[in-house]
């Protein structure tokens, strides 16, 4: 089965500090789906990428994929405290959809 | 309507209790699922609806039982849970459930807690 694992687990950042956070497949990877979480509540969709090369942006959040890598990254440029929450990589295809373990991200002032 | 509604967002029962978590979307989706979610872990598949039959179960305990009642509306009937099935229960819905890169959208979740 195909294993995700997500790096750093956990990350403090300084608000206005940009920040990356990986995602990595153990399988091909031919898609892969970015949420976010909020401590206790449910997961917001933020992007997916089904192409390799593929790069999105949302706001001040860029995800790109790379195919070869087998590996997503996820870019938060000049981070707020409302950036602050819990991003879960899910793979694609894969129907039902698997995630990785998350990346705890705090922004502090 | 883009939203997937859970209740109650709070449960407390215990052991011998008798209880059901609702979800409810109206974006015409035709696969629904249950995840389980323990602090600090990533959501866990337990249950998924396609056309409103059981497709999935991933081998969940029988105190756990998922019921489908039209292509709205989700359940998760709970009897005789154990202290260690205390978790946030989330609920999601996608399109067809069938085809790739789905998206699902998922419901703020019901925190469970098992005295």
Known sequence: ?109 | DTEVTQTPKHLVMGMTNKKSLKCEQHMGHRAMYWYKQKAKKPPELMFVYSYEKLSINESVPSRFSPECPNSSLLNLHLHALQPEDSALYLCASSPAGTGNYEKLFFGSGTQLSVL
């Open chain 1, 1 to 109: 089965s195909q294993e995700l694992e997500q790096s750093p687990q956990s990350l403090i950042v300084q608000e206005g500090k940009n920040l990356t956070i990986n995602c990595t497949s153990s399988k091909t990877l031919y898609g892969l789906y970015w949420y976010k979480q909020k401590y206790g509540e449910g997961l917001i969709f933020l992007m997916m990428l089904q192409k390799g090369g593929e790069e999105k942006s949302h706001e001040k959040i860029t995800a790109k994929l790379d195919e070869k890598k087998q590996q997503s990254s996820l870019h938060i440029t000049a981070s707020q405290p409302s950036h602050a929450g819990i991003y879960l990589c899910g793979a694609a295809p894969s129907t039902p959809l698997v995630f990785g373990k998350g990346t705890r991200l705090s922004v502090i002032a």
